[in-house]
T-cell receptor, first 113, second 115 residues
Framework: KQEVTQIPAALSVPEGENLVLNCSFT??????LQWFRQDPGKGLTSLLL?????REQTSGRLNASLDKSSGRSTLYIAASQPGDSATYLC????????????FGEGTQLTVNP | SAVISQKPSRDICQRGTSLTIQCQVD?????MFWYRQQPGQSLTLIAT?????????ESGFVIDKFPISRPNLTFSTLTVSNMSPEDSSIYLC????????????FGSGTQLSVL
């Protein structure tokens, strides 16, 4: 069964700390992996998309890496700020599932001032 | 990137009634999707809304309960029919412009509570 797991479920850090969010997936035959941010009561904002042929993507203070062979992706957030507080979701599109995305359950991040 | 307007943003409904959620995209998009996010859980795909044809439903979701329309390349609706408290969730529409290897964009969601 194709599944996406995110650990930890919740994370609380002081402002300014660098942090890593983890995402693992059960089948390495992926098309792409996407990281999203969800604020309470809101929709999802796409942060980074990594194609299966790529190893990482960067946007500002965010860096996402992909290791297909081990079935893992990480989202690195540098110099965290209180405004980064949100739930971060990773989603995988597999070769056998076409355009459909399978989401992890998310990591709820709190950055304390 | 596409901007998606979704309404209503929230609603409280009585058991047995139906609610239609609308999703408008500011540009033509090839693919639109409807997701459900139950309390404390992640997103589950309900169906893919196909322009000019019937929607493609995922396992566990049926057209009679969740009829979907997609009259053109910028608009879609999802109806939650004959609602029960178990339908209380956030419903989100999303869109992708181009191939499946492109980013997925989301509306702001509809928070539905069924009494």
């Amino acid at each position: 069964k194709q599944e996406v797991t995110q650990i930890p479920a919740a994370l609380s850090v002081p402002e300014g700390e660098n942090l890593v969010l983890n995402c693992s997936f059960t089948d390495s035959a992926i098309y792409n992996l996407q990281w999203f941010r969800q604020d309470p009561g809101k929709g999802l904002t796409s942060l980074l998309l990594i194609q299966s042929s790529q190893r990482e993507q960067t946007s500002g203070r965010l860096n996402a890496s992909l290791d297909k062979s081990s079935g893992r992706s990480t989202l690195y957030i540098a110099a965290s700020q209180p405004g980064d507080s949100a739930t971060y979701l990773c989603a995988v599109s597999w070769e056998t599932s076409g355009s459909r995305l399978t989401f992890g359950e998310g990591t709820q991040l709190t950055v304390n001032p | 990137s596409a901007v998606i307007s979704q309404k209503p943003s929230r609603d409280i409904c009585q058991r047995g009634t139906s609610l239609t959620i609308q999703c408008q995209v500011d540009s033509q998009v090839t693919m639109m999707f409807w997701y459900r996010q139950q309390p404390g859980q992640s997103l589950t795909l309900i169906a893919t809304a196909n322009q000019g044809s019937e929607a493609t439903y995922e396992s566990g979701f049926v057209i009679d309960k969740f009829p979907i329309s997609r009259p053109n390349l910028t608009f879609s609706t999802l109806t939650v029919s004959n609602m029960s408290p178990e339908d209380s969730s956030i419903y989100l529409c999303s869109a992708r412009d181009g191939s499946w290897n492109e980013k997925l964009f989301f509306g702001s969601g509809t928070q539905l509570s069924v009494l």
